[in-house]
């Protein structure tokens, strides 16, 4: 039996997104902390998936995998270790709690990745947790990147491994695989 086709209309929601130019005017604001979603090799410009690594100044990169019951679940799919998907489930809400205890529900959250996706699941498992004022970077590093490159210098790189010292509370052997095992471009500089 075939079903009749559904009319759906998307529609941006504001009050759930930032641009470039606002994340910009929100560096160094007491109120606000930014949350890169990234692994952390890409936090530290050793996967570059733009045109530059690094990140966004002053943000705390708590990976998006670290919400998973297994973070290493797609590694395991590729080398055929486990059938299923079932480790990319969330981790329970304990869990996801200590995963963020370092931030503040009550400050603004910005959550940047590469292009917003796994910024999204980020965002979704903070407001689940409590988090009042929750935003996605929706252009994120690939904007961030590209500005960075051009002489606009839009909005400040780090790439220093210091940021990531309070990166997040994951198994530090799972991200090591998990990097390992995706392609990284090396990083040339252009001055």
């Not at 904007?143 to 960075?148: F, I």
Request: overall charge positive; hydrophobic content about 35%.
């Amino acid at each position: 039996m075939k079903l009749p086709p559904v009319s759906f209309r998307a529609q941006v929601n504001p009050e759930v997104i930032v641009s470039m130019r606002e994340v910009v005017a929100r560096l160094g604001t007491p109120g606000v902390r930014i949350v890169d979603a990234r692994t952390e090799k890409e936090f530290n410009g050793g996967d570059i998936r733009a045109l530059r690594g690094g990140h966004i100044p002053g943000a705390v990169n708590i990976p998006y995998e670290a919400n998973w019951v297994d973070p290493d679940t797609p590694l395991k799919l590729q080398r055929r270790q486990v059938a299923g998907k079932d480790g990319m489930s969330l981790k329970p809400a304990q869990d996801l709690r200590a995963l963020y205890a370092r931030l503040d529900p009550e400050k603004e959250t910005i959550v940047y990745c590469q292009s917003g996706v796994r910024a999204a699941e980020t965002a979704t498992v903070l407001q689940s947790l409590g988090f009042r004022n929750v935003k996605v970077y929706d252009s994120s590093w690939l904007a961030t990147a590209t500005a960075s490159t051009r002489r606009q210098r839009t909005l400040p790189i780090s790439m220093s491994a210091a940021s990531t010292a309070s990166s997040c509370r994951c198994n530090n052997a799972s991200s090591s695989s998990r990097d390992r095992s995706r392609n990284s471009r090396p990083h040339k500089e252009k001055n």
